[in-house]
């Protein structure tokens, strides 16, 4: 699962109509640029589930859509973004449904990005309930894990901003522009995420087939200035020190080093980096979940405040019940 933006009214240069005469042709757009963002997913036999569509409101009007609109999932938010509750609702209405297994004992798997703000403890409880298992990508990696930001949403971007440059010579309303964004994205996404292009997505991330080489090679390190050189010297005996033990990074200059380390050795390579590659999520995983027994704790804590405030005020009531009937 995973969650891309674009802007209502968003559209592309290109060649437009004018009179032969002038040197340009002047093209109007507008300037109404409501947020919107769709949740897409899909598996690595290329099989996409349908998306759903979070305009930036209150609530849902009737006058948003087409005569005829697409059968997918449609919901409102202040930001325009997903949040808790509209991720509960696509779990609920969309990935339960539709991915069903026929046999009720099978557990699925669900992948979600390092950024896991909008999955809240319901949208985990129902999951374990369902057995689904939530695996989340490490984070600000999504550019390189993420099978659809590897395959899917460049060439659905451009696909709907070429589409929509056909309607920027038209005033419109807000409604009209809601309108024409879900026709605009309907026809894009026909044409850019297809079977094929989410089957590359998962193999470019390295998820099917598994391949942790994938990812891992695409990690840039951070710009530094370029060291000194050093005066030339005699090469002192080489030494096996501390620096040579794989450790678990921690930064993406320290990661780099250790591929580069796990490479000139050879042997034991792919068996070196799986090891180092599952020490570094176990870590990350054990700090996520120590992130979320601190909020749990804090939201128990809340609950017993509330009650203790309940009932003390349930208490007053009741002694200033006794002294008004004496």
Not at 301 to 309: L, P
Request: overall charge positive.
């Amino acid at each position: 699962m995973d969650e891309h933006g674009l802007q209502e009214g968003l559209t592309k240069s290109g060649l437009v109509l004018g009179d032969a005469l002038t040197k340009r042709a002047i093209v109007t757009e507008s300037d109404y640029h409501n947020w919107v963002s769709i949740l897409e997913a899909g598996n690595a036999e290329g099989r996409r589930l349908r998306p759903t569509v979070v305009f930036t409101g209150d609530c849902l009007q009737e006058q948003w859509f087409p005569e005829r609109f697409p059968y997918w999932g449609y919901d409102v938010s202040e930001t325009g973004w997903a949040n808790q509750a509209v991720c509960l609702k696509w779990l609920r209405e969309t990935f339960l449904p539709s991915t069903k297994p026929k046999n009720p004992l099978h557990w699925r798997l669900l992948i979600v990005d390092g950024f896991a703000g909008h999955i809240s403890v319901q949208f985990r409880f129902m999951a374990l309930f369902h057995k689904v298992q939530i695996l989340y990508l490490p984070p600000h990696s999504s550019h390189v894990t993420q099978p659809f930001d590897v395959g899917v949403f460049s060439p659905a971007k451009s696909a709907f901003k070429r589409l929509a440059k056909k309607y920027a010579a038209f005033n419109a309303t807000g409604p009209i522009h809601k309108q024409r964004f879900i026709e605009i994205y309907k026809e894009a996404t026909d044409i850019a995420i297809t079977s094929r292009n989410i089957r590359a997505g998962f193999k470019g991330a390295g998820i099917w087939p598994i391949s942790l080489e994938k990812a891992l090679g695409k990690v840039v390190a951070p710009s530094n200035p370029p060291a000194e050189n050093p005066a030339p010297g005699t090469p002192q005996h080489q030494r096996i020190s501390s620096q040579t033990i794989p450790y678990t990074p921690k930064e993406g200059n320290e990661l780099i080093d250790q591929i580069r380390k796990l490479q000139s050795a050879q042997k034991g390579y792919e068996r070196d980096l799986r090891n180092l590659a599952m020490k570094t999520a176990e870590e990350l995983e054990e700090i996520r979940r120590a992130k979320e027994l601190k909020i749990e704790k804090e939201d128990r804590k809340r609950k017993r405040q509330a009650e203790k405030q309940e009932s003390r005020e349930k208490n007053d009531t009741i002694v200033v019940a006794d002294e008004s009937r004496s």
